[in-house]
Nanobody
Framework: QVQLVESGGGLVQPGGSLNLSCTVVGRVVFRLSVMAWYRRLPGKQRELVAA???????DYADSVKGRFTLSGDSSKNTMYLTMNSLKPEDTAVYYCNAYRHYWGQGTQVTVSS
């Protein structure tokens, strides 16, 4: 069984920062190139936020470019999302994804004053 365990969500004021983490547990080969973060904004469909590419780089949604940073530690089977300059429109449930198949339980991020 494979589990994606997320942490790091919460309430933050506009302009603030949060760090999300996702640890992969179980019988699966961990590779950063198959890891990504998605989010579901209130009343909308889930959308891609950031992902590692097969070439070893990273890709971001236009709405978060320059503010969010994707990173990972293969020795810990963990992926991170550093979110800076947060805006109210970043309020969403954030989900970790692996192999486009496995999903985390989601972590709520609320940006509000």
């Amino acid at each position: 069984q494979v589990q994606l365990v997320e942490s790091g969500g919460g309430l933050v004021q506009p302009g603030g920062s949060l760090n999300l983490s996702c640890t992969v547990v179980g019988r699966v080969v961990f590779r950063l190139s198959v890891m990504a973060w998605y989010r579901r904004l209130p009343g909308k469909q889930r959308e891609l936020v950031a992902a590692f590419t097969s070439g070893g780089g990273t890709d971001y949604a236009d709405s978060v470019k320059g503010r969010f940073t994707l990173s990972g530690d293969s020795s810990k089977n963990t992926m991170y999302l550093t979110m800076n300059s947060l805006k109210p429109e970043d309020t969403a449930v954030y989900y970790c994804n692996a192999y486009r198949h496995y999903w985390g339980q989601g972590t709520q991020v609320t940006v509000s004053s």
